[in-house]
């Protein structure tokens, strides 16, 4: 019985940082609402560490998690 092979051409990561305001952009949701969701441990592309005593966090969202949950990848943000 022959075997189903699919080929899939996969994005060219970088492990880049995507920026909150792009991938709120791309997923049609507000900022703030993508900040909670990554904080809340909802939304699973992204972390949040919060920075020293303050009450600010620092985020970190690769580009490969981010496409792996959402879809979206940006190849043009990956050029300098």
Do not use: H
């Not at 060219?12 to 952009?25: L, Q």
């Not at 997923?27 to 969701?37: E, F, P, S, T």
């Not at 699973?44 to 792996?68: L, M, P």
């Amino acid at each position: 019985m022959p075997e189903n092979i699919y080929k899939v051409d996969l994005p060219a990561f970088t492990g880049r940082n995507v920026p909150i305001k792009e991938i709120a952009k791309a997923i049609g949701k507000d900022a703030q609402y993508v900040r909670l969701g990554i904080q809340q441990g909802i939304l699973k592309f992204g972390t949040a560490i919060k920075v020293g005593n303050s009450k600010e966090f620092s985020y970190y969202c690769s580009d490969k998690r981010v496409w792996e949950e959402t879809g979206y990848f940006n190849s043009e943000s990956t050029k300098e």
